[in-house]
């Protein structure tokens, strides 16, 4: 053979094996939804920039990944070197020092064009712990096309009233149609998110100033029996096992009139790729019963470092790049504007391409300005936090309420039975962590 073939032949498989110890991985935990998933597929582009990283990719469902990050994160395990938490976890897990601060990101970045309220939420002490992937809120999402057939009008603030008339006129079980999805998958912020925006609205608190429980009070009474009959009588059977997943398969395939959850729903109900309800969706302010204190959320899925992350470096390219404003414009090319990651970027609104594009736009942006996570009950609480209470001990203790919410659905127990297995839990819970005496 010529020598210089050999030579030409030993010098790319010597650089090749040069390259593969060059690259390092980035392990990313990450929850399943659509936007995470098209994530995943333009990762690519990321790749070509970066040939020395390599991206190892876990996807999983909600409460499984809150159960894998905090393990992770708390014991110094390392398994991960990127994960997606939110608002809730972001100060707890900063304060115990099991987050990398964000320190400076490049100027191409464009930090103060995210929404303060995402910046402050993911802060603790004054310094950032994770780049937000998209912001959220929660609204009614319903059918305007058989609204109008039906002669219903949606009111510009509607109650849960409303919702409830709406869904018994719209109801059609039989075929296979129902007046209304809601969540029911046990949680604390799963069928919690849903159940806490509604207790929130009935007038209910998860303490009183004094940490005292309040999981027994005649607020909570009215929430659970308002949510079990909405589920019961206009929800699709087996609601127990239902997600914003499910729902979203559900209300996208044109099988529910009405749903309530989070607005970054919009996006993918209105791309004709993922949702055969394409300009059917109206979009209203989530549903209120006395109070609008706490009726809707503000959440964000965001990018964060483990203190013991075995690349930071890597990760920390990919989380400035993943929530860029160019990662935006990347899917805007791939799916169009509408399904690009929401409430983020003040940039993204006043884009009019993404106005033209997001019928629901102007719907999230009030949502998300709107819900204030410092005063979300109608009376004075120690806590923040909409769908939870901004303490450590609530993963534990929402989840165990979720459960028991989900056992009353499923009609293992009472109301009444289960508001005192909740207050239990919860004065437990509270003794045991040293908030009561």
């Not at 390092?24 to 929850?31: C, K, L, R």
């Not at 149609?177 to 007038?203: C, H, I, K, Y």
């Not at 029996?225 to 059977?237: H, N, Q, R």
């Not at 039975?417 to 908030?435: D, F, I, V, W």
Request: some cysteine.
């Amino acid at each position: 053979m010529n020598l210089r073939l050999l030579i030409l032949i030993f010098s790319l498989l010597f650089g090749a094996v040069v390259v593969r110890a060059q690259q390092t991985s980035v392990t990313i935990a990450a929850v399943n939804n659509p936007d995470m998933l098209e994530l995943k597929k333009l990762s690519a582009k990321f790749l070509e920039q970066h040939p020395e990283i390599s991206l190892n990719w876990v996807i999983v469902e909600e409460n499984i990944l809150r159960q894998r990050v905090t393990t992770d994160v708390s014991t110094g395990s390392g398994q991960f070197d990127l994960v997606f938490i939110g608002l809730y976890e972001a100060p707890i897990f900063a304060k115990r020092k099991w987050l990398q601060p964000i320190g400076e990101v490049s100027s191409e970045y464009e930090l103060d064009d995210v929404f303060k309220s995402l910046r402050d939420g993911l802060s603790y002490d004054g310094k950032l712990y994770a780049l937000p992937f998209y912001g959220e809120s929660s609204y009614l999402m319903y059918r305007k096309d058989l609204f109008e057939q039906k002669g219903l009008k949606m009111p510009e603030q509607p109650t849960y009233e409303d919702i409830a008339k709406f869904a018994a006129a719209l109801n059609d079980k039989e075929h296979g149609f129902f007046g209304l999805a809601l969540r029911g998958q046990p949680g604390w912020g799963e069928n919690m998110a849903t159940v806490d925006t509604m207790a929130n609205s009935f007038g209910a608190t998860w303490f009183d100033l004094d940490w005292h429980p309040t999981l027994n009070t005649v607020a909570w009474k009215n929430a659970l029996s308002f949510y079990a009959d909405l589920v019961k009588k206009y929800g699709p059977p087996g609601v127990t096992a239902n997600g914003f997943n499910e729902n979203l398969t559900l209300f996208s395939a044109g099988k529910a009139a009405m749903w309530i959850d989070a607005t970054v729903a919009g996006g993918i109900l209105e791309n004709p790729k993922q949702s055969q309800v394409v300009g059917k969706v109206g979009y209203a302010p989530a549903p209120i019963a006395v109070t609008p204190n706490g009726s809707h959320w503000l959440w964000s899925w965001a990018f964060a470092i483990p203190e013991q992350a075995k690349n930071a470096e890597g990760a920390r390219k990919f989380a400035e790049w993943a929530t860029s404003k160019q990662y935006i414009q990347l899917v805007a090319n791939d799916l169009g504007w509408a399904s690009v990651p929401p409430g983020t970027r003040k940039s993204t609104y006043d884009n009019p391409e993404y106005q033209k594009a997001a019928p629901f736009a102007q719907a999230t942006l009030k949502a998300m300005e709107t819900a204030d996570p410092t005063n979300p009950c109608i009376k004075k609480v120690p806590y923040n936090g909409i769908t939870f209470v901004g303490i450590p001990e609530f993963q534990s203790l929402g989840t165990s309420v979720g459960q028991n919410v989900a056992g009353m659905i499923a009609g293992k127990t009472s109301i009444e039975e289960t508001m005192k297995l909740n207050q239990t839990s919860a004065e437990r819970t509270m003794k045991q962590a040293g908030y009561l005496k």
